[in-house]
Structure formats: structure tokens, C-alpha cells
């Protein structure tokens, strides 16, 4: 769902006065609606100059979200689109693989955690060397980890039989289905991941070559820093963010991959970082260690959809 500048053009009634309105509240786009209490948005707005037109406007919100709202499935449909769309895409990790039951499943959001140097972004490079073979993908670079010399020696280790020139053919077709962006804070990721939902409309409609992998490495850097205090505006924003994922993953057939940094808890344990609220996102979580005695490195399954859950 776009952002509330985006759509001022199309409804009048969305002005920057609305708009203002909305942030003040911390509502930065349509999807943020949908995790606010409507009735204290209406209340605040009854005790502004422009409590009409504020409402026209939550009204208008509120139609938009009806609009976009996906026809309800029974349980068979939800199978044959399972069936149908959702598959893996392996992250030519063979430990990785076996435990995620075949690779990365499209459609969901999968993530890796784990603190500093347990191979977080090594599994997503290997990853994007792999899928880069036969997709396009798109790499969100958010603290300067992507290495193309290191998805050049993922190839060349996956290569070591092929001849020089077949080689080289790879590494160009794999390097130019890889899609590259920095972004340092989570407003420009909201740009990014919008345009990219823009770009894949279009490529359904017109066909042509589509991305299906996103990796953002890392979600942890863009969200953390708004967390925190009493407001609820960092919490609203990291609500935004992984329904804007799964969302993406769900009706456009991706794959996501994010990473997760880990924090310290009671007792001197760690745990994953964004707290309990994120927790519930990802479909799919890995755990990556490092044993820094033997160079070892661990992986394990803390959630998948086919893990039983007792509570």
C-alpha cells in the first residue's frame, strides 16, 4: 500500500493538510491505518479546524483498504495456490536447505538470526549467487555488506570444472540479475519496496524477466533505531514494514530473506533483536552461530509453518 503523498493526486481529499494530520500520529501510509485505533484518529481529528475534512479523509482511507482487500479462499483454494506458486528456491547451502525443506519458500518471509560474524550475510550472498543463476533479485544493502567479490568466489567454487570463458558468462548473466540498493534508514526501504510493488504490477501485466528474491541485509539496522521511548510510532513503523514484505512475498510470489541481529536477555542469553512484536512475522526463522574455536559454523530451526507449536 503506497504512502499518503502518493496518493493526493488521485484523492484531493488526501491533502498535505491530511497528511500532516496523519503524521502527527505517526501515519505515513495506508497500511499504518490498519494498526491504529480508528476511533481515537477520529476523536483527535473532531478537535481540529478541520475536523470535517479530516474525516472525509479517514473515510476515504478506509474505502481504499476495502478496495485492496483480497477476495476471501476456502481451504481448497488456498491449496491449489499453494500448489501452484509457492515454491522453494534453494540457497545452494546444503545444510540450509535440508532444514528449510528444499530452500527459501516463495511467498514467505524468512529470516536469519544471529549475533556479529555467524555467517548471516555469507548465507545471503551464497543465496543471491544461486537464485541469480535463472531469476532476477533485489539486494537492500543497509550497513555496506554486499560483496561482489564474494559472489564472484561463491560462483567460482560452484564452477571450479567449467572453462574460463563459461565462467566468466555466468558471473556477467548472475551479476546482472543482481539489483543492488543502500538504504540507511526504513523511510528510504518504504520508497524502495513501493517502487519495487509498482515495478512488479508492471512486469505481470507486460511479462519479460521478474524478480523473485529480496534480501534485505539488514531489517534489524533499518527498525532499530526507531524503536525505543514511549511512542508508538516505532512500532507502527515495523508493523508497516512486515506486513509491506509479506505482503509482497504473498501476492507477487517472492522470496524474502532478512537478517536479525541478536540482543542480550536475562541470565546472560541472547535473543533476537525487535522484541516480541516482530517476532510473530517471519514465517520461517534460522538461528546462525559460530563456534570460534573450531570455525564452525551452526544453524537451527527456531519457526517454520511446519514446526508444531504448543501453547
Known amino acids: ?16 493538510n491530511f497528511q500532516n494530520f496523519c503524521a502527527s500520529h505517526g501515519i505515513f501510509s495506508v497500511e499504518d491505518f490498519l494498526i491504529h485505533d480508528l476511533y481515537m484518529l477520529a476523536a483527535f481529528a473532531e478537535q481540529n479546524v478541520s475536523s470535517e475534512r479530516l474525516k472525509e479523509g479517514i473515510t476515504q482511507i478506509l474505502s481504499i483498504i476495502d ?41 514467505q518471509l524468512t529470516e536469519l538470526v544471529g549475533p556479529s560474524a555467524s555467517g548471516k550475510t555469507q548465507v545471503c550472498l551464497q543465496t543471491a549467487s ?28 560452484t564452477n571450479e570444472l567449467a572453462s574460463a570463458q563459461a565462467k566468466n558468462q555466468i558471473l556477467q548473466k548472475v551479476m546482472s540479475n543482481i539489483l543492488c540498493h543502500s538504504v540507511f534508514d ?22 519479460g524477466c521478474r524478480i523473485r528474491l529480496l534480501i534485505v541485509d539488514s531489517i534489524s539496522l533499518l527498525i532499530a533505531p526507531v524503536l525505543g521511548g514511549t511512542s508508538t510510532r516505532g512500532r507502527a513503523l515495523m508493523a508497516s514494514a512486515g506486513y509491506l514484505l509479506k505482503k509482497l512475498a504473498h501476492q507477487h510470489n517472492l522470496a ?53 507449536c504448543w501453547g
Request: include cysteine; charged fraction near 20%.
Open 186 to 207: 526504513i523511510f528510504a526501504m518504504f520508497d524502495v519496496l513501493h517502487q519495487l510493488e509498482s515495478n512488479l504490477r508492471c512486469q505481470e501485466r507486460g511479462g
Open 67 to 107: 478496495d485492496m482487500h483480497q477476495p476471501w479462499l476456502n481451504g481448497m483454494e488456498l491449496l491449489e495456490d499453494a500448489k501452484r506458486n509457492k515454491h522453494f528456491l534453494p540457497t545452494g547451502i546444503q545444510g540450509v536447505d535440508l532444514l528449510l525443506g528444499g530452500g527459501i519458500r516463495v511467498g
Open 256 to 308: 524474502v530473506l532478512v537478517i536479525n541481529h541478536t540482543v542480550g536477555s536475562e541470565g546472560g542469553t541472547s535473543k533476537p533483536a525487535l522484541g516480541d512484536s516482530w517476532k510473530s512475522i517471519p514465517h520461517s526463522r534460522l538461528l546462525l552461530s559460530c563456534d570460534r574455536g573450531s570455525n564452525v559454523y551452526n544453524v537451527s530451526i527456531l519457526k517454520h509453518p511446519s514446526m508444531v
Open 1 to 16: 500500500m503506497a504512502p499518503l503523498k502518493n496518493l493526493e493526486t488521485e484523492y484531493p481529499i488526501i491533502d498535505s
Open 130 to 157: 544461486n537464485v541469480a543463476r535463472n531469476y532476477m533479485m533485489l539486494y537492500l544493502d543497509t550497513g555496506n555488506s554486499f560483496s561482489p567479490q564474494r559472489i564472484a568466489y561463491f560462483l567460482g567454487k
